[in-house]
T-cell receptor
Framework: DSGVTQTPKHLITATGQRVTLRCSPR?????VYWYQQSLDQGLQFLIQ???????AKGNILERFSAQQFPDLHSELNLSSLELGDSALYFC?????????????FGPGTRLTVT | AQSVAQPEDQVNVAEGNPLTVKCTYS??????LFWYVQYPNRGLQFLLK??????LVKGSYGFEAEFNKSQTSFHLKKPSALVSDSALYFC????????????FGTGTRLQVFP
């Protein structure tokens, strides 16, 4: 158990809908990362927050947004969902935002868009 | 751009034999390299990292990795494979020297046969 929690574990929704994925980092970790894992794209970095502020952006669609709250939990919002958004979404956290620190991953949320 | 390559989609090895999972990298600046393992329906688990120092890095579950600057490689190794080591293994590199996001390889499926 990495100490990173994600809810829900599974999510099934229809095209055009909006969903929110939630992540709680390990106790004491300030940095949260979101990744998407799909068969065709592999593991792709989406976005990083550090202590409430956005730090880095990856291949995140404009339909997707995220935030980190004062208690350091983070939410990833996915809107106007398309079939291609079906994937496993991982949250990870690290002690700080530094490059030498490993990231610890949550169990993921499996999103299925029908 | 920083990148890692995992040239083998799958590696098969008999239990008790040594295993190697290959990874090569392409970076500008110092390489910060990581290995993760993913078991079915689980998140990624951190195994080990190379930041600086000894070229042989020891990690969790008896795994180690050898950093080779001249060959730009960071191969994962284990002296004696277990059936329970069967999983998906990812090599990753920090995006740039001063950002935190991880860039993952395509993954190598390790199958250990009894």
């Amino acid at each position: 158990d990495s100490g990173v929690t994600q809810t829900p574990k599974h999510l099934i929704t229809a095209t055009g809908q909006r969903v929110t994925l939630r992540c709680s980092p390990r106790s004491g970790d300030l940095s949260v990362y979101w990744y998407q894992q799909s068969l065709d794209q592999g593991l792709q970095f989406l976005i990083q927050y550090y202590n409430g502020e956005e730090r880095a952006k990856g291949n995140i669609l404009e339909r997707f947004s995220a935030q980190q709250f004062p208690d350091l939990h983070s939410e990833l919002n996915l809107s106007s969902l398309e079939l291609g958004d079906s994937a496993l979404y991982f949250c990870a956290s690290s002690v700080e935002g530094g490059r030498t620190y490993e990231q610890y991953f949550g169990p993921g949320t499996r999103l299925t868009v029908t | 751009a920083q990148s890692v390559a995992q040239p083998e989609d799958q590696v098969n090895v008999a239990e008790g034999n040594p295993l190697t999972v290959k990874c090569t990298y392409s970076v500008s600046g110092n390489p910060y390299l990581f290995w993760y393992v993913q078991y079915p329906n689980r998140g990624l688990q951190f195994l080990l990292k190379y930041i600086t120092g000894d070229n042989l890095v020891k990690g969790s579950y008896g795994f180690e990795a050898e950093f080779n600057k001249s060959q730009t490689s960071f191969h994962l190794k284990k002296p004696s494979a277990l059936v329970s080591d069967s999983a998906l293994y990812f090599c990753a590199v920090r995006d740039k020297e001063y950002t935190d996001k991880l860039i993952f390889g395509t993954g190598t499926r390790l199958q250990v046969f009894p």
